[in-house]
C-alpha cells in the first residue's frame, strides 16, 4: 500500500510493500552499516539503476551519531564527485536515517535523499517526516535540519534479520503513536501480537497513516508534531546519561513513557488503570519500565537541552487518557522531583 505525505513544498510517497525497482538518472550514494550491509545489501542493489552506485559504510551504533561520522559520509560524496542532482539513499534504522538525511541537508546545500528503513522503529516513526540529525555531549538530535526526502520504500522483509531487542525497541514507538492518537489502535494492539507477521504488516500501515497525518497537519513541529515526542522528553535524559550505549532509543522511550504517564496519573490527565495498560503492554514486549537516577537534580536539568524547551520552562508531552495527548509547560518542579524520586 502507499501512504501520501502532503506538504506546502515536497509531497511523497511512502510505500509499504516488497521493495520496488529503483530508477535514477544520476549519481546514487547508498549509506549504510556493516551489520545490514552483509545482510541485504547485495538484495537492495540488485534493485537500483543508476548513472553510478557507490557504497559507504558507516559504523553501527547511536555512540557513532555525531559529526566525524558526517564528515566521513560527506568525505565519500566529494570524493565522488556528487552534484546538486545526486541522490542519497539511507539503507539501514534510525541512526542511519538521521545522518544520511543531515547529510543530504548539507552537502552543496542540499540534495534529495531516499528512505529504505530495515528497523520497526525507522519504518513506523524515523524515516517518516523529515527530522534529521545528530547528537552531542549536550543531547540527542539537537544539531539537525529538517529535510524531507523524496521517497521512503518500507519492506517488511527486512524485518526477518531483525534481533527481538530491536524489535521490540520498534514497538515502543508503535504504542507511543497509539496512546498519543488512536484508541481503538492502542486496542487492538492490546489483542493482537505484533511479532506475527500479518499483525506486523498491519501496525506498520496504521503507524505511517497516524505520523503522516500528524506530519501534514505541522511539519516544522510548531505544535501537534511535538506531541510524537511523548515518552522521548525522559527518554532522552536516560539515554545521554547512559552515553547513548546500554538502551536502544525505543528502549529509553518505553522507559520515560512510563515516566511520563506517572507524571499524568498524579496531575489527573490519565487513570492508574490506563497506565498500567500502557506499562502491561510495554512489559508484554520485554522494553525496559525502570530506570534507577543517580542525581535529580542533574536529571531535571537536562530537561532544559530539550528542544521543545522555551524561555526556562519545560514543555512536557503527556497522555489525555488513551487516544489523545497534552502538550504543556505548566507542571511544576515540584510535580516532576516527586515522580523522578520514585525512580
Not at 515526542?229 to 547512559?242: A, D, M, P, R, S
Request: aromatic share 10%.
Amino acid at each position: 500500500m502507499t501512504v501520501n505525505i502532503t506538504l506546502p513544498n515536497n509531497s511523497y510517497d511512502i510505500n509499504i510493500d516488497k521493495l520496488k525497482n529503483i530508477k535514477l538518472n544520476t549519481k546514487v550514494v547508498v549509506v549504510t552499516n556493516p551489520t545490514i550491509s552483509a545482510l541485504h545489501l547485495e538484495y537492495l542493489l540488485s534493485k537500483i539503476e543508476a548513472k553510478e552506485i557507490s557504497v559507504v559504510t558507516i559504523p553501527d551504533g547511536e555512540q557513532y551519531k555525531h559529526m566525524q561520522t558526517i564528515e566521513d559520509i560527506l568525505e565519500h560524496c566529494f570524493t565522488h564527485k556528487l552534484n546538486r542532482s545526486s541522490v542519497l539513499i539511507a539503507f539501514g534504522g534510525g541512526v542511519i536515517g538521521d545522518m544520511t538525511g543531515f547529510t543530504a541537508s548539507i552537502y552543496q546545500r542540499g540534495i534529495d535523499f531516499i528512505q529504505i528503513p530495515t528497523t520497526l522503529l525507522s519504518q513506523v516513526d524515523a524515516s517518516v517526516g523529515g527530522k534529521t540529525g545528530v547528537n552531542n555531549k549536550f543531547g540527542k538530535n539537537l544539531v539537525g535540519a529538517f529535510h524531507q526526502p523524496i521517497e521512503v520504500n518500507i519492506d517488511p522483509y527486512f524485518l526477518s534479520t531483525l534481533p527481538k531487542r530491536e524489535f521490540s525497541a520498534g514497538v515502543a514507538e508503535i504504542i507511543k503513536m497509539a496512546v498519543c492518537f488512536n484508541k481503538d489502535f492502542f486496542e487492538w494492539i492490546e489483542e493482537n501480537d505484533i511479532r506475527e507477521y500479518e499483525n506486523t504488516k498491519i501496525a506498520i500501515q496504521k503507524s505511517v497513516e497516524t505520523k503522516a497525518w500528524v506530519v501534514s497537519q505541522d511539519e516544522k513541529e510548531k505544535g501537534l508534531r511535538a506531541a510524537l515526542n511523548y515518552g522521548h522528553t525522559f527518554g532522552h535524559v536516560v539515554e545521554n546519561e547512559t552515553n547513548y550505549n546500554t538502551y536502544l532509543h525505543g528502549e529509553a522511550v518505553g522507559i520515560g513513557m512510563v515516566m511520563a504517564n506517572k507524571v499524568a496519573v498524579k496531575v489527573g490527565f490519565m487513570s492508574e488503570d490506563e497506565a498500567n495498560r500502557v506499562k502491561k503492554l510495554l512489559e508484554f514486549y520485554d522494553i525496559p519500565i525502570t530506570y534507577k537516577i543517580a542525581d535529580v537534580e542533574d536529571f531535571y536539568q537536562h530537561f532544559f537541552l530539550d528542544k521543545k524547551s522555551l524561555d526556562n520552562k519545560i514543555k512536557f508531552i503527556f497522555p489525555i487518557g488513551l487516544g489523545d495527548c497534552k502538550i504543556t509547560d505548566e507542571i511544576s518542579k515540584d510535580t516532576i522531583y516527586k515522580v523522578l524520586s520514585e525512580f
